[in-house]
């Protein structure tokens, strides 16, 4: 089956700016997951939704980053006044259930902040 | 909050020959441990993973340990080929739930012909 996408693979935009990044996750997967790799790092998590609700964003680096799943499904991480220092690729996951279960990564939106 | 340390942070090894990548982590609670592999340019791909129930898991070539009372995992590559090169990132749950995961820095594996 489909696994999970993520639009646009790349993304280049200048300071200041807002994004959006969407992510399709595996059809029926109830969790979903934000993460933010910087080069040479481990994976590091931004937010995770249950369902339509986010049931953790103490990962958000700060309130410039905005995440929503209004249906349950598709996901958006919004960007507000992008920074330099938001230059990374962004990388989502989904899972069956969420809890302590293998989650599913797709390729990842490369962001660069100019 | 849960701290995961990796090494080596690279590794080589000639084709034929074993790998083992070692990680570390800091909650007690954690009980889920999952190994990614990660080429250039893709998402991390899972290739194994532990629960803390379990002492030691095998899938073909790859194998996983664990000793909860140490706090640590160890990732075993055996009969290492070219197309096992990239980067090995490990992961422990944490959270109410073990909703969440602490990813380790990463070992970037390079398989010599």
């Known amino acids: 089956g489909a696994g999970v996408s993520q639009t646009p693979s790349n993304k280049v935009t200048e300071k200041g700016k807002y994004v959006e990044l969407r992510c399709d996750p595996i059809s029926g997967h109830t969790a979903l997951y934000w993460y933010r790799q910087s080069l040479g790092q481990g994976p590091e998590f931004l937010i995770y939704f249950q369902g339509t609700g986010a049931a953790d964003d103490s990962g958000l680096p700060n309130d410039r980053f905005f995440a929503v799943r209004p249906e349950g499904s598709v996901s958006t991480l919004k960007i507000q006044r992008t920074e330099r220092g938001d230059s990374a690729v962004y990388l989502c996951a989904s899972s069956p259930s969420g809890s302590a279960d293998t989650q599913y990564f797709g390729p990842g939106t490369r962001l660069t902040v100019l | 909050g849960e701290n995961v340390e990796q090494h080596p942070s690279t590794l080589s090894v000639q084709e034929g020959d074993s790998a083992v990548i070692k990680c570390t982590y800091s909650?007690?609670?954690?009980?889920?441990f999952p190994w990614y592999k990660q080429e250039l340019g893709k998402g991390p791909q899972l290739i194994i993973d532990?629960?803390?129930?379990?002492g030691e898991k095998k899938d073909q070539r790859i194998a996983v340990t664990l000793n909860k009372t140490a706090k640590h995992f160890s990732l075993h590559i055996t009969e290492t080929q070219p197309e096992d090169s990239a980067v090995y990132f490990c992961?422990?749950?944490?959270?109410?739930?073990?909703?969440?995961?602490?990813f380790g820095p990463g070992t970037r594996l390079s398989v010599l012909p």
């Open positions: 909650d007690s609670a954690s009980n889920y």
């Open positions: 532990i629960r803390s129930n379990v």
């Open positions: 992961a422990a749950s944490w959270g109410n739930y073990g909703q969440n995961f602490v």
